[in-house]
């Protein structure tokens, strides 16, 4: 018995040290994320106690609830986007302007990004508790369709969601009341069929992930890929999370194809699909849609990922410089995925109201296509004080913003894509569309 | 040369892979099977349980490469296996202590081990996840082929490309050596007949002098290795994710059980069939039938049986006809 005990602690030892030498480097990481993150939290104190002294300065209140999953799948990048959208209404608050000179307040509610129930109840309690006269959000297409019918349209609220990208968002019912400053993944569709033929390719294979992205992306990109004369050989569904993918890729292989498009996530089944179809030899180049472009996909596969292509939202307008460097004054990370377009959606609810000069959302709705859209002096991040100047005084203006944003159709953006190629080991740009 | 073709394209695409594949999944379905033999339960934390083995072997991978040391051509990980084994073994046996051994003096009914054994699954999955993270890990260093697509073309002039990875080589060789040493073990030592007579007839056994607690904890031992092999070689051909690990648990179960529970031939039989049917129904034929027909017979459509979607269905379905029509699994095993 003794030597057992003696037999279990010496093998316990020796794990505790395995874990230690890995431990290491992690802990380092941990302690850095820590101090980052208490910068974040100073700012961002510093950035309520303002809030709090411009609510008790006026007396007329504007309220603009904030619904983003912060808590759920999303919940890594949805701190940056709410702190870009208070950016929007700390700054509007700091000139004092809108509407005579009313303070705007945030208030927060977890739409989860998928539980549609949990996010419709929060957004009731935005709407009949606290009183919202508006709602940027919410982040994820599902919920956000559900926030829509649900509380939007029987109430009467204006929605305007930063990164609802599901094309059937562009014709559900929406009394007119909602808008986005994301672009419908049916335009990623067009704009990664224009960067393929713009490189003279023809024949393409085609797997998604079996969700509402992958299969409404994959869809919107086969039927613009053929309008335009291409061919896909096969459009093959893969899960995420699974054992294996040989079946998948053997079927992709035998369909043939100059490229494979991969419309599914870096860390998901696209990157266990993009290693099998190098290891076989089935594929070389892959075409890779915002889903899949990652550092960490490019890291682990390495070079033979060189050549590779595709596409994600971004611009080159000036307006996105201008933002970043905001965001790194206020303490958060504006190169967070939808953070600028937090920050436009927010800015865009708060100038429609000065333009309807109303804080009713019945009124408002009508000036937000406007507001977004030529003609008028354009507006970028900063400018916000001199864009309700401008409104007040009965001018227009073209509300530029982070993202270059243009509200087309149904009122969502036009969609800016920054086209991209990896080489060396690095995501590099070529150009914008 | 078209014949060859077709035939190099059949075996990347299909042979190598299922056969990996296949192994991987037996050496998982043994380990199931093994309990369900001897300790008579399903153990739904089997695929938790090859999450943990990994998990401290990555963690000793990473402090060799960090110490610098290496196998040269073959993967760190092969070293760093022992020490996962240790760890799992003694998890393992803690839990057994714990939990499942209040369960068998109180002589439950294996329905109540088999929630018994989802709960530790809940439990061991957290730990997995608490330990590591959710995310995705590539822990495989060395030489990454063995022969790749592009070399073999260069060699033979043939059009189409046979890659073998490292890992699959080993994944095939460690399977083969495994299960001769168990069959080995079971058959040929006093301790493996003892286990085999415990299985076969409990009070049987008791009456003979065997040691009930000593049969156990030598079971729990060899699922210990068998869980951990099973895990590393799957992530080293593949990844390490703990979320693909707990759903891996349903296609071992589909191997063991198609194999014949309680069956240890029966399981690699099994892992085989779940691997196969998976990767062959839904392949896709157009290209091995472009070379082996004549051009004027080269069908245009991708000549797919039915889209890959339907993977797991098909395995399921053999899965079903099998149970209908043997209900102890293709070897004889135990009835579920």
Request: aromatic letters at 8%; a negative charge.
């Amino acid at each position: 018995m003794n030597r057992i005990t003696i037999w279990i602690v010496a093998i316990i030892v020796v794990i505790s040290a395995g874990f230690f030498g890995w431990y290491q480097p992690k802990m380092r990481a941990q302690e850095d994320a820590a101090s980052a993150a208490l910068a974040a939290e100073q700012a961002a104190a510093e950035a309520a106690a303002e809030a709090e002294a411009a609510a008790l300065a006026e007396a007329n209140m504007i309220k603009i609830g904030i619904i983003l999953g912060f808590t759920g799948p999303l919940e890594s990048i949805t701190p940056a986007m709410g702190a870009g959208a208070e950016m929007a209404i700390a700054e509007v608050n700091a000139a004092g302007t809108l509407l005579g000179g009313s303070a705007v307040t945030a208030i927060r509610a977890d739409s989860t990004c998928i539980d549609a129930a949990a996010a419709t109840a929060a957004a009731e309690r935005l709407v009949t508790s606290d009183g919202v006269h508006a709602i940027m959000g919410a982040d994820c297409s599902g919920v956000t369709g559900a926030i829509l019918q649900n509380v939007a349209r029987p109430n009467g609220i204006v929605m305007i969601s930063p990164s609802a990208t599901s094309p059937g968002l562009s014709t559900a019912e929406d009394d007119g009341l909602f808008f986005r400053t994301a672009p419908s993944d049916a335009r990623q569709g067009v704009v990664m069929t224009q960067i393929l033929m713009d490189r003279g390719i023809n024949v393409v294979a085609l797997t998604y992930t079996n969700n509402d992205y992958g299969k409404g992306l994959a869809d919107s990109f086969e039927a613009a890929f053929i309008e335009a004369g291409g061919t896909v050989t096969i459009s093959a569904a893969h899960e995420d999370g699974k054992a294996d993918y040989s079946a998948e890729v053997g079927a992709l292989a035998s369909a043939g194809g100059e490229v494979l498009v991969v419309a599914g996530y870096t860390d998901q089944g696209g990157k266990g699909i993009i290693q099998a179809s190098l290891d076989s030899g089935a594929f070389d180049t892959f075409v890779l849609p915002d889903g899949m472009v990652g550092q960490q996909l490019v890291d682990d596969i390495g070079d033979a990922l060189n050549g590779s292509f595709g596409q994600f939202p971004g611009t080159d307008s000036q307006g996105a410089e201008m933002f970043q460097a905001m965001a790194t004054e206020a303490g958060f990370d504006g190169t967070g995925a939808f953070a600028p377009e937090s920050y436009d959606a927010a800015a865009l609810i708060m100038l429609s109201m000065a333009a309807a000069g109303s804080s009713a959302s019945a009124d408002i709705k009508d000036h937000v296509m406007d507001v977004a859209n030529a003609p008028g002096e354009e507006i970028f991040p900063g400018e916000l004080a001199k864009a309700i100047e401008i409104l007040a005084a009965g001018g227009d203006i073209d509300y530029v913003g982070a993202t270059a944003v243009e509200l087309i159709g149904a009122g969502e953006s036009a969609g800016n894509y920054r086209e991209i190629e990896i080489g060396d080991g690095a995501i590099n740009t070529v150009r914008f569309r | 040369m078209d014949f060859l073709n077709g035939l190099v394209a059949f075996l990347n695409f299909v042979f190598v892979p299922g056969l990996a594949y296949g192994a991987q999944l037996a050496i998982g379905a043994l380990g199931v099977t093994l309990i369900y033999g001897i300790l008579r339960f399903s153990n739904f934390a089997h695929g938790d349980t090859m999450a943990f083995g990994t998990m401290v072997t990555i963690a000793f991978t990473y402090l060799f490469q960090n110490l610098g040391l290496s196998l040269g051509p073959l993967p760190t990980a092969l070293l760093a296996l022992p020490f996962g084994i240790a760890g799992t073994a003694l998890l393992l046996l803690g839990t057994d202590r714990l939990i499942y051994k209040f369960y068998r003096q109180q002589k439950a009914a294996p329905v109540i081990l088999v929630i018994v054994s989802m709960g530790v699954m809940f439990v061991m999955n957290g730990i997995v996840r608490f330990l590591i993270g959710t995310e995705d890990r590539s822990f495989l260093d060395g030489e990454r082929f063995i022969i790749s697509a592009r070399a073999f073309k260069e060699m033979t002039g043939l059009q189409e490309g046979l890659a073998i990875r490292t890992s699959q080589g080993l994944t095939v060789l460690t399977a083969v050596v495994v299960v001769a040493l168990l069959f080995w073990f079971l058959n040929k030592t006093r301790t493996g007949k003892s286990m085999r007579a415990f299985s076969d007839n409990e009070d049987l056994a008791l009456l003979s002098g065997i040691n009930p607690e000593r049969v156990v904890m030598v079971t729990w031992l060899i699922v210990a290795c068998l869980a951990t092999i099973a895990g590393v070689l799957y992530g080293l051909d593949k990844s390490f994710k703990p979320f693909t690990y707990f759903q891996l648990l349903l296609p071992i179960f589909a191997s063991a059980i198609v194999g014949g529970l309680g069956n240890p031939l029966g399981a690699i039989a099994g892992g085989f069939v779940i691997a196969f049917s998976e990767v062959t129904i839904t392949y896709a034929w157009k290209k091995v039938l472009g070379y082996w027909l004549p051009e004027s017979l080269a069908p245009d459509s991708l000549v797919q049986l039915m889209s890959t979607d339907y993977k797991f269905a098909v395995s399921f379905a053999i899965l079903i006809i099998v149970l209908l029509f043997r209900p102890t699994g293709l070897f004889k095993g135990q009835s579920v």
